[in-house]
């Protein structure tokens, strides 16, 4: 049986220049994967009419389904149909129920139509139209020797809605697809991606359905398991048998599903434990309470954050001790748990979680770039503080010293 190859191709220059990201693709991909459509090309081209033809050319030669988004507006540097009608010959057309409908919108608005919005009621002859119920500019199906040409929108509202409503089951119908692809991410903190695959490496290699890709990410490692079944329940089925194989044996660094963030645990544990937490942030300046703030609901358990780099706010504002720095020195093991105390104390917090540390470029108080410690302290006794040797770039250093009091305090509340 034929593999069918997929191929996804973005149009507009803003793309190329970074001024917008191209989420079309990723969501694209994604709803495709799940009724088991492979995408085996992601493209950008600019508005150039040439390289937006050589770019379709080699994806007539090599793909089966093409998707184009973008370049269907009204503007002369929209160049889809342009560039495939130099590549297919096929005829252009007005279409009459599209441009009655463009008509009725800047009629609506009292505002006169410019003659270029005609363009946007451009189809090629016998496409399938495909009616954009969020904006103007229809999309359309073609079949071009032997390759399915799709046509869409840039705009992602209008773009889903296609995909949704007329592409993806046009696509299942044409291609007899009945099978459907389901993924579940798994997410885990204070594991390493090496130290993951190797607990799981039996399993990984045994594996053909669900299949298991780890995945190192900036907070954290994920597993991907990608299970193909008739339906989604079934689908499902075989995703949860595997995740609990997977958590049977690496269950203790597992904190979340799919999109859930460690921020977003740590809340749910916080509020369901009738806890408030409060900050006291040196190298990391507020990276951890910024990350924490950025969850809704985070106010019933977030009292603040008191950024204390300076040892001068140290003493002063948080109240730590004198003889502590005198004696032990702003990073250090007593240091950061009297900050944690502190912090908890001053804005009636009952966590305070403190950080104090070197992210470089000197070194400081005699200790190395790099060294970091994390206090969490609790009212009601329990405490502890880890010390730990990172590296990194300065910014590298502060991001992994967020992940590792996420990590802690996790290991904490759970």
């Not at 410019?114 to 969020?134: D, E």
């Not at 103007?136 to 032997?146: D, K, L, R, S, T």
């Not at 921020?263 to 924490?292: C, D, H, P, Y």
């Not at 009297?338 to 950080?355: D, N, Q, R, T």
Request: one cysteine or more.
């Amino acid at each position: 049986m034929k593999t069918i190859k997929t191929e996804i191709i973005a149009v507009g220059t803003e793309l190329l220049l970074g001024q917008i990201a191209n989420t079309n693709a990723q969501w694209i991909s994604e709803h495709l994967a799940f009724h088991g459509i492979n995408v085996y090309y992601h493209g950008v081209v600019g508005d150039n009419l040439n390289r937006v033809q050589n770019t379709f050319q080699l994806a007539q030669e090599r793909s089966d389904i093409v998707i184009v988004t973008g370049g269907l507006g009204p503007t002369d540097d929209d160049l889809t149909r342009e560039a495939f009608q130099l590549l297919s010959g096929l005829s252009i057309d007005e279409h009459q129920e599209s441009m009655d409908k463009i008509e009725a919108y800047f009629s609506r608005l009292n505002v006169t139509m410019t003659p270029n919005n005609r363009k946007q009621a451009r189809i090629f002859s016998g496409a399938k139209v495909i009616r954009n119920s969020m904006g103007m500019a229809p999309g359309m199906i073609v079949h071009y020797e032997g390759t399915i040409w799709v046509f869409l929108p840039g705009v992602p509202r209008e773009m889903k809605a296609m995909m949704l409503e007329d592409v993806i089951p046009y696509l299942r119908k044409k291609l007899k697809q009945k099978d459907i692809i389901q993924s579940l991410v798994l997410r885990f903190i204070g594991i390493g991606e090496s130290q993951l695959e190797h607990e799981l490496k039996e399993l990984i290699d045994s594996q053909i359905n669900p299949t298991i890709a780890p995945l190192a990410q900036n907070d954290g490692v994920v597993l991907r398991l990608t299970a193909k079944a008739s339906s989604e329940e079934e689908a499902m089925l075989l995703l949860n048998q595997t995740k609990e194989e997977i958590l049977s044996k690496v269950g203790e660094y597992y904190f979340g599903t799919n999109d859930e963030t460690i921020e977003q645990t740590i809340v749910s544990r916080l509020i369901e434990n009738n806890l408030k937490i409060a900050s006291a942030e040196s190298l990391t300046g507020g990276k951890f309470i910024e990350k924490l703030i950025s969850v809704p609901g985070v106010s019933q358990v977030c009292q603040g954050s008191i950024v204390c780099y300076d040892e001068s706010v140290k003493r002063n504002v948080l109240k730590v001790k004198n003889e502590i720095i005198d004696t032990f020195g702003t990073v250090s093991r007593e240091c950061a748990l009297e900050m944690a105390k502190k912090v908890s104390e001053l804005l009636h917090a009952s966590v305070g979680i403190s950080f104090t540390g070197i992210a470089g470029p000197d070194s400081i108080e005699g200790k190395p770039v790099g060294t970091v410690y994390i206090s969490v302290y609790i009212k009601d006794g329990k405490h502890i503080v880890n010390k730990y040797e990172l590296t990194g770039d300065r910014e590298g250093i502060r991001h992994r010293a967020v992940l590792k009091g996420y990590e802690l305090l996790y290991n904490l509340l759970k």
